[in-house]
């Protein structure tokens, strides 16, 4: 599997909850990122949070921080945003990212929608 494949949007109220998984082809090396951005309708791509494999550090937007976390399972190779307290401001298509050097190959995309 080259590509990132994201699973998880959804339609949910604000103040809801959701999680994001995202598969992807992890590499066991010193370095290796996976990460979440997002897109809203007129918007630019804008990153949203990240992950180190190895070393596990991770990096948040400030518009996130305290509502998302970003955790990976090791053995599944899999990479989740869990995502709570959601706004309307949130609904977004979300994208898992990945590489060794940055963020090199991109999944297709998972549509996040946040009604008031």
């Known amino acids: 599997q080259v590509m990132p494949v994201e699973s998880g949007g959804g339609a949910v109220q604000a103040g809801e909850s959701l999680t994001l998984s995202c598969v992807a082809p992890v590499r066991t090396s010193s370095t290796y990122y996976v990460g979440w951005f997002r897109q809203a309708a007129g918007k630019e791509r804008e990153f949203v949070a990240g992950i180190e494999w190895s070393s596990g550090q991770t990096t948040y937007t400030d518009s996130v921080k305290g509502r998302f976390t970003i955790s990976k399972d090791n053995a599944k190779n899999t990479v989740y945003l869990q995502m709570n307290s959601l706004k309307p401001e949130d609904t977004a298509v979300y994208y898992c990212?990945?590489?060794?050097?940055?963020?090199?190959?991109w999944g297709q995309g998972t549509q996040v929608t946040v009604s008031s």
């Open positions: 990212a990945a590489g060794r050097d940055g963020y090199h190959y």
